[in-house]
């Protein structure tokens, strides 16, 4: 059975690790590498990195933990984006294990 993925986009690295501990708590999921953006307006936003976590689970499982993590996110700098895809090609699922945090 393939494995459903919450994406969840949010301001810092700080706010993403938070984020990904609220969701990992809330349900049983695992998480796929942490990757980064530095947008062009980069100065203009609450704090100049975007994350991804990506959540893998249950579709339940990604649900829950998307919520969590994003409640944890609002809290803190907030979420740019979200989305929860039930059932990824696989390469999409090769895709999620891309990251930018090894490049400068």
Same mark, same amino acid.
């Given at each position: 059975?393939?494995?459903?993925?919450?994406?969840?986009?949010?301001? %810092?690295? +700080?706010? @993403?690790?938070? &984020? #990904?501990?609220?969701?990992?708590? $809330? =349900?049983?999921?695992? !998480?796929?590498?942490?990757?980064?953006?530095?947008?062009?307006?980069?100065?203009?936003?609450?704090?100049?990195?975007?994350?991804?976590?990506?959540?893998? %689970?249950? +579709?339940? @499982?990604?649900? &829950? #933990?998307?919520?969590?993590?994003? $409640? =944890?996110?609002?809290? !803190?700098?907030?979420?740019?984006?979200?989305?929860?895809?039930?059932?990824?090609?696989?390469?999409?699922?090769?895709?999620?294990?891309?990251?930018?945090?090894?490049?400068?």
């Amino acid at each position: 059975m393939e494995e459903a993925v919450g994406i969840l986009e949010v301001y %810092g690295l +700080v706010c @993403a690790f938070l &984020a #990904a501990d609220a969701g990992c708590k $809330a =349900a049983d999921v695992r !998480l796929e590498t942490f990757d980064k953006n530095k947008p062009a307006n980069a100065d203009a936003l609450p704090v100049p990195l975007l994350v991804t976590v990506k959540f893998r %689970g249950s +579709v339940a @499982a990604v649900e &829950a #933990a998307m919520e969590a993590g994003e $409640a =944890a996110a609002r809290s !803190l700098t907030g979420v740019v984006q979200r989305h929860i895809i039930a059932r990824p090609t696989p390469d999409t699922v090769k895709m999620l294990k891309l990251n930018a945090f090894d490049r400068n």
